[in-house]
């Protein structure tokens, strides 16, 4: 992508545009900074707002390429579907609002997106909608280290085997697999990902370089700019450790009560764990408590079991950020639905965090040191920790001293925007170059006929096909085929005898054979000689085909009743693919061809299609109206402007019939149809 390029980018949040959370602040931030640098922006989230809904869906209806904004105008923001009621007091993850996926659908089908960048793209929701529907370049970024909603649909996860919980993390897995690029906001969630969706090493989440990921400064990486602390360092005060630098604290100065809050954004039972530490806090001890809560919480958490002496010390107040002279705050998630965002917050303003001992919370204090830790639900550790803050103040002074030498830093968006763009060049560069093909070569297609062409087929060389060689061709000839693929099960002999033949019957062969690799599905060489053994890596077919001087056709690559190259194979070959099978009839499930199609269109490949015939019945149920051809330049060229023909109907009846004449027909009467076959065949 040049720099002056402007880009389509759909950002899509799974939370409503209403609830104040910080993964929407993130998609709107970055959509306006993308915005600025010139791309045209639109951000896809749910809404509590009946009205705008409504609104969005008759924008959509009325003329949805339109609402693509100018190149560096603001972002639009379209609320796609009405989200979901709360439920106060139940933790839950972001939910597919009503109604969203046809909206979803609608926006990404008629607007021509470059790029999609969902956010915690967990189903179901706006995310998981929008990665389902997308026809563009996909890109995810994970947010939040949450156990339960990345740990609990992943490959990792405990539960048993069987059952619902196994087909959503199969389900789950799969579709984060349509993932071009991941990418993530903090080590800690890249590494729960990456535990949870085991994927190739190259497409492990990516996270930014410091500052931008809220490491310290002095952790920042040769030629990363870092900028300033967002602080400004309080003047020092001297603890009794020569030259150690730490702030003065307005508890010590003033002997004030410790002020100690506990914040709303975790799960319940960090909440349990926080408010039973409070209740156990020592009565001679000078401190109070704020404890966040929801505006709709009638009934806090706890609220009931808070002792005479700390009820008068507790306040329950419903607020969306922390209160201003918050001492200590208490973080006490077990990983279920972690809280980052307020531990940052935390450090920025002053207070010293008091955290379980998650790989979030470790990374964010730097292994405790600007702030204590506990292990998750160590309900007698947290009481000592809080307590050593309130009756040692120079503990709070240490601490936020700590903080000021190796502070967290305000994310820098301008480098963080470029970082992210960096990002989509790169995948960007991965797609193939629409002018790739020799004008020349162009030119002289122009002035060929066109032919029917059928790119996938099976003679009796293949183990599950019947089919006689002669059979084949004489099909080919009736169905007014001018040029069809020999593409047997590891095997070349059936389409060098079809070829040695071709010319009684006036059909052009096409040398080739569909490999079945070790582990990642199959391809299909065209224009090859030589055979290339069953069982070789993906990588080594692709190879053997390249030094034959052979092109590399992939065949239903998503049909999960095939072997076939998932996503992330599939994405480790894209620069080796010459042509994709986009079509294919006996294809059982319509949206596998379908995914296959995107897949072609958004890379820039050469769709294919062929009949995967085993029945001489079969062929050309599905042709390519194409210019005829003189070897693999031309037939590529003259591929990329194909039309593709396709009849409806044919699979049951193709399928009974390859099992009447392989199955259900004994060895011996099998020869005897053969026979029969052949001689109708040459007589024809």
Not at 339 to 345: K, N, R
Not at 477 to 483: D, E, F, I, N, S
Request: a negative charge; proline letters at 7%; one cysteine or more.
């Amino acid at each position: 992508m040049s720099a002056a390029e402007s880009l389509a980018i759909a950002q899509v949040t799974p939370y409503p545009l209403e609830a104040d959370h910080p993964v929407t602040a993130h998609v709107l931030r970055l959509a306006d900074e993308l915005g600025a640098l010139g791309h045209r922006v639109v951000v896809l989230a749910a809404s509590r707002d009946a009205a705008r809904v409504a609104e969005t869906r008759r924008r959509l209806k009325a003329d949805a390429a339109a609402l693509l904004p100018d190149a560096g105008a603001d972002p639009v923001v379209l609320a796609v579907g009405e989200a979901l009621p709360a439920i106060p007091g139940v933790d839950r993850a972001p939910t597919l609002a009503v109604d969203a996926a046809r909206t979803v659908d609608d926006a990404l089908s008629q607007i021509a997106f470059d790029l999609v960048h969902v956010h915690e793209p967990f189903g179901p929701s706006v995310s998981s909608a929008a990665l389902r529907h997308s026809r563009a370049l996909n890109v995810g970024t994970f947010h939040l280290p949450a156990e339960r909603f990345i740990a609990g649909m992943g490959a990792g996860a405990s539960g048993g085997s069987g059952g619902g919980s196994d087909l959503l993390r199969k389900r789950s897995g799969r579709l984060l697999g349509r993932l071009d690029d991941r990418l993530a906001t903090s080590a800690a969630t890249a590494a729960l990902v990456a535990r949870s969706f085991p994927i190739g090493r190259g497409y492990a989440p990516r996270v930014p370089p410091p500052p931008y990921a809220g490491l310290a400064e002095d952790e920042a990486p040769d030629g990363v700019p870092v900028p300033d602390a967002a602080t400004p360092a309080p003047a020092t005060t001297d603890t009794g450790d020569a030259g150690a630098a730490t702030a003065p604290s307005t508890a010590v100065a003033t002997r004030r009560p410790v002020h100690v809050v506990l914040p709303l954004d975790e799960e319940r039972a960090a909440r349990r764990t926080a408010m039973r530490a409070l209740r156990r806090l020592g009565t001679d001890l000078d401190w109070r408590a704020t404890v966040v809560v929801a505006d709709d919480d009638v009934v806090p958490v706890g609220a009931g079991n808070l002792g005479a002496h700390a009820r008068d010390r507790v306040s329950f107040v419903p607020a969306h950020v922390l209160p201003e002279d918050a001492d200590v705050v208490v973080l006490a998630s077990t990983g279920t639905r972690p809280a980052p965002h307020i531990l940052v917050e935390a450090l920025q303003n002053g207070a010293v965090p008091v955290a379980s001992r998650i790989d979030v919370h470790d990374e964010l204090t730097d292994g405790g040191r600007r702030g204590p830790l506990f292990e998750p639900g160590d309900v007698d550790v947290l009481v000592q920790q809080l307590e050593r803050l309130i009756e040692r103040p120079e503990e709070l002074a240490r601490f936020r001293g700590a903080e000021l030498e190796h502070p967290l830093t305000e994310p820098d968006w301008d480098a963080y925007t470029a970082w992210v763009v960096d990002r989509y060049d790169a995948l960007l560069a991965r797609r193939h170059d629409r002018d790739r093909f020799d004008p020349a070569v162009v030119a002289r297609l122009r002035e060929r006929p066109l032919i029917d062409v059928d790119l996938h087929m099976h003679t009796d060389h293949s183990g599950d096909c019947a089919t006689p060689v002669e059979v084949l061709l004489d099909a080919a000839r009736r169905q007014g085929l001018g040029a069809i693929a020999v593409t047997d099960h590891n095997e070349v002999s059936g389409a060098h005898e079809a070829a040695a033949k071709a010319a009684e019957y006036g059909v052009k062969i096409i040398i080739g054979e569909e490999v079945k690799t070790a582990d990642q599905g199959e391809v299909i060489g065209l224009f090859i000689e030589e055979r290339i053994p069953k069982g070789v890596t993906l990588q080594e077919a692709i190879a053997d085909i390249r030094r034959q001087g052979g092109l590399v056709y992939v065949p239903h690559p998503f049909d999960r009743m095939h072997s076939v190259p998932d996503y992330e194979h599939m994405l480790d070959i894209v620069h080796e693919i010459d042509a994709v099978e986009v079509f294919n009839p006996r294809v059982a499930i319509a949206s596998f061809n379908e995914e296959a199609a995107r897949f072609a269109a958004k890379y820039r490949m050469v769709a294919g299609a062929g009949s995967d015939s085993h029945v001489a019945q079969g062929l050309g149920s599905v042709r390519l109206r194409m210019r005829d051809f003189d070897g693999p330049e031309e037939f590529l060229a003259s591929l990329a402007d194909a039309e593709i023909r396709t009849k409806s109907g044919t699979l049951v009846y193709v399928q009974a019939l390859k099992f009447l004449e392989t199955v259900a027909t004994p060895a011996p009467a099998r020869r005897l149809v053969r026979e029969r076959r052949v001689r109708r065949a040459t007589r024809g």
